[in-house]
């Protein structure tokens, strides 16, 4: 039964990792029924991808801003809060700032391998991703990103909110989408 759990938790990450850890506390069918709907990880959803005139490091904090504003300090139905997690964020993890030979700081220049994801989801409900964005460098000369934007398809996570993030990470000023 162990094993059969650690090797799911290699395979789904840390969701998986959580759904083993409730399996393992409330018996197989008890605790993989909590983990049932992982929102992204288990369905394609919609996406929307752009190319942005700037550096993956820049389009990144952009994603972070729309989503600060426009989905965690943003006042939503039914008092629902939402939250994210960063994988691989590129102003820690990809060596986007150096020292320059007379050891002031510079900003090396962008790579194509550079890649920032960030996860979107409810509060309470962390293994269900509702949205992800992800910001790849594409070319060094002119400087632009490929963002990527994937929602779930269902409810506040439509059509609607693609446009608003793509339209708010090309102008780098947050566009909230109308909340019914």
């Excluded at 509702?130 to 490929?146: D, H, M, N, Q, W």
């Excluded at 909110?161 to 339209?167: C, P, R, S, T, V």
Aim: hydrophobic residues 35%.
């Amino acid at each position: 039964m162990r094993n059969f759990l650690s090797g799911l938790a290699e395979k789904k990450g840390r969701a998986a990792r959580g759904c083993a850890a409730l399996a393992l506390a409330g018996g197989l069918m008890g605790g993989l029924a909590g983990c049932a709907n992982t929102g992204l990880m288990q369905t394609k959803g919609i996406s929307d991808s752009f190319v942005v005139n700037t550096d993956v490091e820049s389009a990144y904090r952009r994603a972070l801003e729309y989503i600060r504003v426009c989905d965690i300090s943003r006042t939503h139905p039914y008092g629902q809060t939402y939250g994210t997690a960063r994988d691989n964020d590129p102003s820690s993890d990809e060596g986007l700032f150096g020292l320059s030979a007379d050891g002031s700081a510079k900003k090396n220049k962008p790579t194509q391998t550079a890649l920032g994801r960030i996860r979107v989801f409810k509060v309470g409900e962390e293994a269900k991703i509702l949205e992800l964005f992800e910001a790849k460098g594409e070319s060094i000369e002119p400087v632009t990103t490929r963002v990527t934007v994937t929602v779930l398809g269902t409810g506040l996570w439509d059509q609607a909110e693609l446009a608003a993030a793509h339209k708010s990470i090309q102008s780098a000023t947050p566009a909230c989408r109308p909340l019914e």
